[in-house]
């Protein structure tokens, strides 16, 4: 028994990471004697943890309560595969699979986890199984982990270990699942780099009858929805449609898997006895019978109950509370019964969400439909209630103790009136759910020493009706932002209203019941007077101050009315099928009106890939132009691949956190560390005056300070750090560091830089032709404006740097995740006070970029190098994602104002645009963003007179930065906005507006560049026939006219995006390659991986310029003593230069071993290459490239700005929700010129990320800020990127073909951001339906819509009588609660 066993103690983790801990097969520790000393000299914290890891058992005497099961696998296990990406359940990158035997369900239970908030604590008697213990690339691949790989689901690879973990769960519960139960198991998940697509389709392939062919049918059997026939699918064999095979795919075994535990099995099902852990600040007791559990929370009535811990766990985590004492009672009985009872199904407080939809779905199929109408309710609120992870572990009662005045279940529970059953040592009490329950903001009617034991849901009666709605964000795994439970009894057999029970969450501090409301509507008919009433009514009594938290109070009141306006429908329609049996007539729902009553329903997305075949005779060793797969995925989806923070800890590493200002704009009078240095572990503290060289920094001017010393320009400003012995411990340092400051006015949003004149010099302009004559010339003018929100970057993986100095002449090693080791390298020299040479920085991989580590991460590894180079050890810090998201900055918000002229006809004679960009406390790149803002200015037009003006917004944001089209996806988005109010204004369709202004080849830009090899007609053409958009938008206008609170719209966007760097001297690059005597091939370039597979496309370059096989070439990573001065990876222009810097070396050793071929002509590349060694030739060269002819100048509006243009097109069709405002995209059609592919799966990859991201930008993701500057969406919680239930029905992407490019190595074409402005088409596709929906109240011409579309957006514009009824308070009355920055 001892050899299978893993005894862990916390003194050996140093040893147990350097001796192997990052291995795979984990071997058991031997309990050897230095050991057994340093564990025996402490004293055991309380009872023996047993729980097993991959298979293995392991005991910890030393469980820590505060301590997450992540933390445990990567730090005390060297279990690096399981990644960290936000610590609060919202991202899943931590999924992991928890199996136990449920002694109340007698038998074992597979369940998906969030290792990130599971207390290691609650693990006793559990298996865990994490992505290194299901298969490694030189063992035996899971066939989860490989057909992720192949399929092209994994990019960066950071958040691919979680869905493989979600994937396997699901499989090892349900070997055969549904396309349903496979979209439902990633719920939970993001990712931030592949668009989702690849990785639904690569699991289709497990799905018992696959959903879709994906157009692969060809056919007969294709079965793709709606608009897909045979037509589409082209039959040309030079064009291909499938990137992998499936049918190579090793097959699932569900036979092969790791056991549970014998051992484990054995022990549950003996009785449970009470187990304590004593930790650094908190005990936690797991009481092992309900009477045990009440003696202790009357001995500690301020002890809290933690089940899922996706509440405290949060609370302890991001809200620095601390909870002494923590009682688990996961294991009572009494807490995880469930009993049918007469009146309905009670249920234990400890229940999960998934067990309580799984009881709840086998009732509503075995009872009659009328008595399970409040369980239908619950099970639609739980279909949107958070992912799956957090639902097999949250418990009814966590949610209902939390009483947090957003629940989801909370105003179900409460419109239901059910009856809570509590107790205490002495008590047992029975009340009743009603608004007595909450007396306040996250407070319940419980005393301090009682504990909730159970909840009774009832059935309903014939003649009652319920429904539950809400409203977020996101439609999955999001909090709502209005969400209710409604409840009706009529009087029998008639229409009127015996009883009426409201109840919404989001409209007040607490769940709350309109009861003024309810009470009048009681005697009612239910007809449109009683509608009127009721919304009269509600829009008097769901009143919220215009400050309210969470901001959007128009919206929220308006939703309360429009959602009573879908139960109002829903009943009525009821009303008239029920009572019509009773010979009682009531009207039913008009036609028109029947889809508001309709719940949200999405089908399984289907899609179609489409790119040009390699031409014949081309080698089978020639992999240029092939889908191969990203050299890293399968490492990626063992969790192999080997991430910053992966690194295994050095032996006397230390660990950083930041200390940040709190304040916008101040001066520091004071910081304090007294409080921090008595937190145990602290080192050291970093201040300005601790840095050896020069505090001044910056990645493009030198406007900013590594340490803020005696200003601060924005909250999250970087003060100062502190060096502690573990991150947890560092972090809690870092938190009670006192600050005093002396306050000054902030500038936070564009229009207060506007008004105190607060720009960056120098102000651009870029004017062509006379726009003063433009503007005589034209028909008409309009004029208008825009504003477009910022981004977050949310690479999955957040910023990371390890430094290491090296001992001696102020050498140091940098490991970080950046997009630019040069600039790392320089500025961190800078700091120290050393030459560059003296510093190495090296990049493996990241996990995700976007523009977000091209110059941001660079502070802190300045910051973590400082420090390392102070206390002269190791020091890490991976920064927390609310940390990331507070410090970094993102994309520019941008406004954009235009006045332009135009004919009749629609043709745009004269633009006269300027933007203002929120660059932030610094200039960073903001002045080369706004440039490319105006090279973009025009987007795809022709427009004889132009005059665009650039303003860079100085302000006390943290400093915004590069982002995936670098101000120029901001600059075209402006562009679409005056094409859309023209084509609005004209009452022409927008898509004859945007054809009859396009470019044709040969014409000028606005900078004076002839478009040579111009493909946008042809992507133009292509896309039309692909979306079949005539007869789409025939059938848009029908459906419109059919329903009057769903409307549709269609888009066609066209893109044209220069590529280069504007900055001249950065398109260069470098390569360096190595010919080893074996053959092998080591290659080293300028870029870095970041998921876009540029080192894949780097090695298909070499393979085809030395005619060898792709498997002798390798790549370790990118570092600054290889390949000096690179440029950043950026601008999309990565592959470019360095591909030809790569053919460069190549070439160059192709020459040398040119004679040993002439000698040997049969031989082989070893034969050569051992030949030349022998003749000492030198088989190591470098490679160089710099884009020629390249040099624009504002001034005199001369010389090229780009080497080339990337060009596309997309076709957008949406159903937006009236009454909500939520939006589906049900159609995308995607054309782009991408040249000719290097890779089509990667080129793809990055056509349907980018296109998600933009999707994300345009739709969905807003940053919210406090009027004091404060950053408020600070997590996956408050920030929402795309998941996988917002990709489009129907997705088709085509990469244009015959289209070579001259200008790039192989004739391909950059690719990584050109494909981010196509999800415009999305948004002005929801312009056109809310144009629609505008109709309806008589509203016509061009109106404003700001980006993002949110539903909030989408529902303020669709004017109705419910919105005049919610009017927004006066703006100037009052302080909102965030502002527009
Ligand atoms: C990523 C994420 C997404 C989420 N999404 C949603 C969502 O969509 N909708 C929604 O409504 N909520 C959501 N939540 C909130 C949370 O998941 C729920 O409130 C959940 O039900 C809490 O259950 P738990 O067991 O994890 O609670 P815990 O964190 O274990 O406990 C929560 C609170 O309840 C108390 N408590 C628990 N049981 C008892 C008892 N028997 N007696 C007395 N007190 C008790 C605890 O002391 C604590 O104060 C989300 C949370 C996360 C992290
Ligand atoms: S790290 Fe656990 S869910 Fe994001
Ligand atoms: S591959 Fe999913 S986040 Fe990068």
Not at 893 to 898: S, V
Not at 1149 to 1166: A, C, I, T
Request: aromatic residues 8%; neutral net charge; charged residues 20%.
């Amino acid at each position: 028994m001892f050899d299978n066993q893993l005894y862990v103690t916390c003194r050996w983790r140093h040893q147990w990471l350097q001796r192997g801990g990052a291995e795979r097969n984990l071997t058991p520790i031997e309990s050897c004697g230095a050991e057994e000393e340093e564990t025996g000299a402490m004293e055991p914290a309380g009872d023996e943890l047993l729980f097993y890891v991959n298979g293995k058992r392991i005991v910890e005497n030393h469980a820590e309560p505060e301590m997450t099961l992540l933390t445990y696998l990567r730090r005390k296990l060297g279990l690096t595969g399981t990644k960290l990406g936000c610590a609060e359940g919202g991202c899943g990158a931590c999924t992991v699979m928890i199996s136990k035997f449920h002694p109340h369900l007698k038998c074992i239970v597979h369940h998906a986890v969030n290792a990130c908030l599971a207390p290691v604590c609650s693990l006793h008697h559990c298996a865990v199984i994490t992505v290194d213990g299901i298969g490694t690339v030189a063992s035996r691949l899971h066939p989860v982990q490989e057909r992720i790989a192949k399929a092209h689901g994994s990019q960066c690879g950071f958040c691919t270990p979680g869905m493989v973990m979600s994937m396997y769960t699901l499989l090892r519960n349900n070997p055969e699942p549904s396309m349903v139960d496979i979209e439902e198991a990633f719920q939970g998940n993001l990712c931030r780099c592949t668009g989702y697509r690849p990785i639904l389709e690569g699991y289709k392939t497990f799905a018992k009858k696959s959903a879709c062919c994906g157009g692969r049918g060809r056919g007969k059997g294709c079965c793709m929805a709606n608009n897909c026939n045979e037509e589409d699918i082209s039959e040309d064999p030079t064009v291909l449609n499938q990137m992998y095979d499936p049918s190579k795919f090793i097959p699932l075994d569900p036979t092969q898997e790791v056991i549970f535990p014998p051992e484990l099995l054995n022990l549950g099902k003996q009785p449970p006895r009470q187990m304590k852990f004593k930790g650094e600040r908190v005990l936690w007791i797991q009481p092992s019978t309900l009477t045990e559990l009440l003696d202790l929370k009357s001995h500690y009535p301020e002890s809290k109950l933690v089940v899922g811990n996706t509440e405290v766990g949060i609370e302890m985590k991001f809200k620095n509370l601390l909870y002494p004492v923590i009682l688990a009672p996961a294991y009572i009985s009494e807490l995880n019964s469930v009993q049918h009872t007469k009146q309905g199904i009670v249920f234990g407080a400890a229940c999960t969400l998934t067990l309580l939809g799984e009881v709840l779905r086998d009732a509503v199929a075995k009872l009659p439909t009328y008595q399970t109408e409040v369980f239908k309710a619950i099970l639609e609120q739980l279909r949107w209630f958070a992912g799956k992870q957090i639902r097999n572990v949250a418990a009814i009662g966590g949610n209902i103790m939390t009483a947090s005045p957003i629940s989801d279940l909370n105003p179900v529970f409460m419109a239901a009136a059910c009856k809570l059953t509590t107790m205490s040592k002495d008590e047992r009490r029975v009340l009743k759910m009603d608004d007595n329950f909450f007396p306040g903001y996250r407070k319940t009617a419980l005393k301090p020493e009682e504990i909730l034991l159970s909840i009774e849901i009832p059935y309903t009666k014939k003649g009652q009706y319920f429904s539950a709605f809400k409203q977020s964000p996101r439609q999955e795994d999001d909090i709502a932002i209005v969400t209710c439970g409604m409840n009706v009894v009529f009087k029998e057999g008639s229409n009127i209203v015996e009883k009426i029970l409201l109840s919404f969450g989001g409209m007040a501090p607490t769940t709350v019941i309109p009861k003024t409301t309810c009470k009048k509507l009681i005697g009612s008919a239910w007809n449109e007077k009683l509608l009127e009433d009721a919304c009269a009514s509600l829009a008097e009594e769901m009143v919220l101050p215009p400050s309210a938290p969470g901001g959007m109070v128009p919206y929220r009141r308006t939703l309360t009315l429009s959602l009573f306006f879908k139960f109002y429908l829903t009943v009525k329609h009821y009303l008239a099928v029920d009572l019509q049996h009773e010979n009682v007539t009531v009207e039913d729902v008009k036609p028109d009106y029947s889809s508001a009553t309709e719940l949200f329903h999405k089908d399984s997305p289907s899609s179609v890939q489409l790119f040009q075949a390699v031409p014949p005779g081309q080698s089978s060793e020639d992999f240029v132009g092939r889908p191969i797969m990203h050299l890293s995925a399968l490492k990626q989806a063992t969790g192999e691949a080997v991430y910053c923070d992966d690194i295994p800890c050095y032996e006397n590493e230390l660990h950083l956190a930041l200390i940040t200002s709190t304040k916008a704009h101040a001066h520091i009078l004071s910081i304090d560390t007294g409080e921090a240095m008595t937190v145990p572990g602290v080192v050291a503290f970093v201040f300005a005056k601790d840095i050896p060289g020069s505090n001044i920094t910056g990645p493009a001017f030198y406007d900013e300070s590594v340490l803020a010393e005696k200003m601060v320009t924005c909250v999250g400003h970087i003060v100062g750090a502190v060096v502690a012995d573990t991150q947890a411990h560092a972090q809690r340092a870092a938190k009670v560091v006192k600050i005093t400051y002396d306050e000054l006015k902030p500038i936070i949003s564009i229009q207060d830089a506007i008004d105190s004149q607060s720009f960056y010099q120098p102000v651009r302009t870029m004017k062509k032709g006379d726009t003063a004559q433009g503007f005589k010339d034209s028909d008409h003018i309009l004029e208008g404006e825009i504003h477009i929100g910022g981004q977050e970057h949310f690479y999955l993986e957040t910023n990371c740097t390890v430094a290491v100095p090296k001992g001696e002449d102020g050498e140091m090693e940098l490991f970080v995740s950046t997009q630019t080791a040069s600039k790392t390298q320089a500025l961190v020299a800078k700091a120290l006070g050393v030459p560059a040479n003296r510093i190495v920085c090296r990049v493996k991989r990241m996990g995700g970029g976007f523009g977000g580590k091209e110059s941001r991460s660079i502070i802190l590894s300045t910051v973590v190098a400082v420090a390392a180079s102070k206390v002269k050890r190791p020091v890490r810090c991976m920064l927390d994602r609310d940390e990331d998201m507070l410090v970094t900055g993102g994309r520019h918000p941008f406004l954009g104002r235009y006045k332009v002229g135009y004919m009749t006809s629609g043709k745009i004679i004269a633009l006269d645009v300027t933007f203002y960009a929120n660059a932030g406390n610094s200039k960073d790149l903001s002045f080369s963003i706004v440039e490319r803002a105006l090279f973009h200015m025009e987007n795809s037009y022709n427009i004889p007179h132009v005059c665009g003006t650039g303003y860079m917004c100085k302000t006390n944001l943290p400093s915004n930065t590069a982002f995936r089209g670098f101000g120029g996806p901001q600059g075209m988005m402006v562009a679409e906005s005056w094409m859309s109010d023209v084509a609005l204004a004209c009452g022409i369709p927008s898509y004859e507006v945007r054809r009859m202004n396009l470019y044709n080849e040969g014409d000028l830009t606005p900078f004076n560049q002839r478009l040579e090899q111009f493909t946008i007609g042809k992507c133009w053409e292509e896309c039309l026939d692909i979306s079949n958009y005539m007869k789409r938008q025939g059938a848009v206008e029908e459906f419109n006219r059919q329903h009057r609170w769903t409307k549709r719209g269609l888009s066609i966007i066209p893109t044209k995006f220069g590529i280069s760097f504007t900055s001249v001297f950065l398109n260069q690059a470098g390569a360096l390659v190595h010919i080893y005597t074996d053959g092998s091939v080591l290659l080293t370039h300028g870029g870095t991986e970041m998921g876009q597979g540029l080192h894949t496309k780097m090695v298909q370059v070499a393979s085809r310029a030395l005619g060898i096989p792709c498997s002798k070439i390798f790549i370790s990573e990118t570092s600054t003593n290889t390949v000096a001065n690179t440029s950043p990876t950026a601008a999309s222009a990565s592959s470019d230069l360095n591909g030809m810097a790569v053919y460069n070396a190549c070439q160059t050793l192709l020459q040398r071993l040119e004679p040993y071929k002439v000698k040997n002509p049969k031989g082989s590349w070893e034969d050569w290459v051992n030949a030349a060694y022998f003749d000492r030739v030198n088989l190591s060269a470098n490679g160089f490239y710099k884009t020629p002819d390249l040099g624009y100048n504002f001034d005199s509006n001369s010389g090229r700005a780009f080497n080339y243009f990337s060009y596309g097109v997309s076709c957008s069709e949406v159903e937006i929700d009236c009454l909500t405002g939520r939006q589906k995209t049900l159609h995308t059609t995607i054309v782009m010129d991408v040249g000719k592919s290097l890779n089509p799966a990667i080129d793809i990859g990055q056509v349907e990320g980018a296109f998600m991201q933009g999707l994300g930008l345009f739709t969905l993701e807003e940053l919210h800020y406090s009027p004091q500057g404060s950053l408020l969406t600070r997590g996956p919680g408050m920030y929402k990127i795309p998941a996988f239930g917002d990709i489009p029905v129907e997705l088709q992407v085509s990469l244009l073909r015959d289209s070579p490019n001259d200008k790039a190595i192989f004739s391909s074409k950059a690719v990584g951001e050109p494909p981010l402005f196509m999800a415009a088409s999305v948004f002005y596709a929801i312009k056109d339906a809310i144009t629609a929906a505008r109709s309806e109240s008589g509203l016509s011409g061009p109106f404003r819509l700001d980006s993002p579309a949110t539903s909030e957006r989408i529902r303020n514009a669709c004017e109705d009588r419910f919105t005049k009824l919610c009017p927004p308070a006066e703006p100037g009355t009052y302080t909102p609660w965030a502002v527009r920055v």
